[in-house]
Every structure is written in C-alpha cells, then in structure tokens.
C-alpha cells in the first residue's frame, strides 16, 4: 500500500530531526537479509542505544538534503538502513561491523560522522577505535603507571634499610 504524502513528510521529518540530533550514523545495505536478522540486529543495536531505522532511499535523500549534507548518489542503489547512535560516535559502527562479520547480508555503505558522509572505509576505521570505556581506562592506567613506579621506589628503598638493619643484627 503506497504512503500517503502527509505520511512521507512525518518520516522526513522523523530522520531530519534524528540527523540533527545524532552523533553519528551509519548507512547500511540491508538486502538480503531475513525479518528475525533485521530484528535481531535492532535488538543488540537498541542494547547500545543506537536506533536502527528502514527508509525509502528518496526520504532518506530529502532529510539529508535538508541538513545540508553532501552525499554520493550511488549509495542510493540498493535499499537503505539508517543506524543513528545519539551518545558516541564509535557504538553504531562498532555492532554494526560486528554484525557483518556473522551475516554476510549486511553491508556498510558509509556513514554520517559531524554532519559530513564518510565512506564505508571510514566507519570500518571508526568501528576499530576502542570504545570510550577502554580509552578511559588506558588513560587512568597511564596516569596510576608512573604514581606505582614512584610507590615501587619508596618501597625499595625502605626495604633495603630493612635488609641492611637485619644483616647487621645478624652480624651481632
């Protein structure tokens, strides 16, 4: 049954107002793939926060023309999924890359990253980059590295007083 004109403009609007709001996203190639892949991929996809959404590729290219984003038009040849991940700009492309790598269906056509396309190459780059936890937990082992060094030396020392004291208690 064919969407009414009012029905269009709701979804414009819909990826419009998600465009303007998201971190990053990521324009996927869905064909091929079953119902229960499609759903399962959105449910490890809402898991992380990102939304997962279908589109006809003419809405998807006015909500993008609207945000004044540039895009190549041969993306455009197969059927398009959007996944828009609204809290970090790794997450989407990360399970998405994932999931590609267990259903050969999917493929990554580009992406949306700071109101630019980037190409597919980009976001198999951005899905590579450690997750914000792992970052942050390199950076607090960086800064702890040096403090533990310095507790390693303080106690060395101590430690050779010790030893030096027990020798001579030894000797007497």
Same mark, same amino acid.
């Given at each position: 049954?064919?969407?009414? !004109? ?68 041969? %993306?455009?040849?197969?059927? %398009? ?24 269906? %999917?493929? %990554? ?22 997750? !914000? ?25 101590? !430690? ?13």
């Amino acid at each position: 049954m064919a969407k009414t !004109r009012t029905k269009k403009e709701e979804i414009v609007s819909k990826l419009d107002t998600q465009l303007s709001e998201v971190k990053a996203a990521v324009l996927v190639s869905y064909k091929g793939m079953k119902v229960n892949e499609t759903e399962e991929l959105r449910n490890i996809l809402r898991e992380k926060g990102v939304s997962f959404n279908v589109a006809k590729n003419t809405l998807v290219k006015i909500a993008l023309t609207k945000q004044g984003i540039e895009f190549d038009k041969t %993306i455009f040849e197969k059927p %398009i999924a959007i996944a828009f991940a609204n809290t970090d700009e790794v997450t989407a492309a990360k399970e998405i890359a994932l999931y590609a790598k267990k259903n050969e269906a %999917i493929e %990554i056509l580009g992406g949306i990253l700071e109101n630019k396309m980037i190409d597919a190459a980009m976001v198999s780059r951005l899905a590579s980059l450690p997750s !914000r936890e792992e970052l942050l937990a390199k950076m607090v082992g960086s800064i702890a590295s040096p403090l533990s060094g310095m507790v390693n030396v303080m106690a060395g020392n101590l !430690r050779g007083l010790v030893n030096v004291l027990k020798a001579a208690s030894d000797k007497q």
